[in-house]
């Protein structure tokens, strides 16, 4: 089959390499019929996240056809569109059995490596490092997904493979960031980052009831996607204070809940010790973690910072003092994503929202190492790619 392969720093290639096949009773294959870039896998992309060996295949947002089942799995069949969440849960370990689908304890093989840094592992992950399991990527013509009794859900025919895609992460994604601001009427939340998560946070923040949401980023085709949600947007590049621009937007309030959708590209920063180039991590944590600390002193008193946004390690200067003082709460982590597949599917089918609006660029798998540099540049307002892995022939 072909698949997208990580070569090294900015380098990415389209390889035939073997198909999957089953190894465990409880596995599927899935012939893929879309798949999506997501943000983070730029921070593969950009060398940032350790752990990674050429020859990796890349992607954690697909979705399918079953054509192949091992004898453990009972409630699929062959043929079944389904969409697969990029997290890889047990479904019977103690956390899976509370709905923390993302800290499955089953499910990464190399959970030694992220407990030296952690002091626990999280689940595995598609397509995402050997730290989280080394499971192949779904940016490919096939993929072995493990555990296909509990992750795939399946996809009514009505719907079309753009409208269901994005349950694989980033609609789950922006819906927990906005469901963990618990957020009541009158309520305004403030975004910063209006990538493809951003986008469904502010979105969601609406379904959950926000009166007010404040969307901030500083690429125009950004905002003006948040604005057309009815977002209030504001571009950072044109304030001289952001925390007292969101005040004044708030009548010396501040926003009820901040949602750091932009996280930062130090994933190598939780390796110092383990890898060589903490030198380089530490100068990006220095920058990066400034989302972090504007939220926590743009939130109001009493309010809740939440961080879809991916971080790895040792944050410095973060204002935990005014958070105390402010009593905020903060609330972050891995999104459990099969807690929200039947309920936003439920969503998708009522109208309520078509997840589709995000998509800017359409392209075939072999484009995949141009829709990286794309996507990663911004170029074209690149906000959001869906690559076909079957389509030969747009890259003629
Ligand atoms: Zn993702
Ligand atoms: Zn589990």
Request: hydrophobic share 40%; net charge negative; glycine share 10%.
């Amino acid at each position: 089959m072909k698949a997208l392969c990580w070569q090294g720093k900015n380098n990415v290639r389209v390889e035939t390499v073997d198909d999957p096949q089953i190894l465990n009773p409880r596995d599927a294959i899935v012939r893929i019929t879309r798949t999506a870039i997501c943000g983070s896998d730029l921070h593969l992309y950009d060398g940032y996240i350790p752990t990674m060996e050429p020859g990796d295949i890349l992607g954690h947002e697909f979705m399918g056809e079953v054509v192949e089942i091992g004898n453990g799995v009972e409630n699929l069949k062959l043929g079944d569109r389904v969409v697969v969440p990029f997290t890889i849960a047990c479904g019977r370990c103690y956390f899976c059995q509370q709905q923390l689908w993302s800290l499955c304890d089953n499910s990464n093989p190399n959970a030694w490596l992220a407990e030296k840094m952690y002091g626990f592992s999280g689940s595995g992950l598609f397509g995402y490092s050997h730290m989280l399991g080394g499971y192949a990527g779904g940016q490919a013509q096939y993929a072995r997904v493990p555990f296909a009794d509990v992750g795939p859900v399946k996809i009514p025919s009505d719907l079309s493979d753009e409208q269901v895609l994005f349950l694989s992460d980033i609609f789950p994604t922006g819906y927990m960031a906005a469901e963990n601001c618990n957020i009541h009427p009158g309520h305004v939340i403030a975004i910063w980052g209006c990538g493809p998560v951003g986008q469904f946070a502010i979105r969601s923040a609406f379904l959950l009831g926000a009166a007010r949401v404040i969307a901030i980023d500083r690429f125009p085709e950004r905002l003006n996607m948040a604005r057309e949600a009815n977002a209030e947007i504001l571009n950072y590049d044109e304030v001289d204070d952001l925390v007292e621009q969101l005040k004044w937007m708030t009548g010396g309030r501040g926003p009820d809940a901040c949602i750091d959708a932009v996280g930062m590209e130090a994933h190598s920063k939780g390796a110092i010790g383990l890898y060589d180039n903490a030198k380089q991590s530490m100068k990006l944590s220095f920058d990066r973690p400034n989302v972090l600390r504007q939220a926590i002193q743009a939130c109001r008193k009493g309010g809740t910072v939440s961080v879809p946004g991916v971080y790895g390690g040792f944050l410095d200067k973060i204002p935990f003092g005014a958070g105390f003082g402010k009593g905020l709460s903060l609330r972050m982590g891995q999104t459990h994503v099969h807690r929200y597949l039947q309920p936003l599917l439920g969503r998708i089918q009522n109208g309520e929202i078509d997840p589709a609006f995000v998509i800017t660029h359409r392209m075939s798998l072999d484009e995949a190492p141009d829709a990286y540099r794309t996507f990663r540049d911004k170029k074209q307002h690149c906000i959001k790619v869906v690559l076909d892995p079957w389509d030969e022939v747009a890259a003629a």
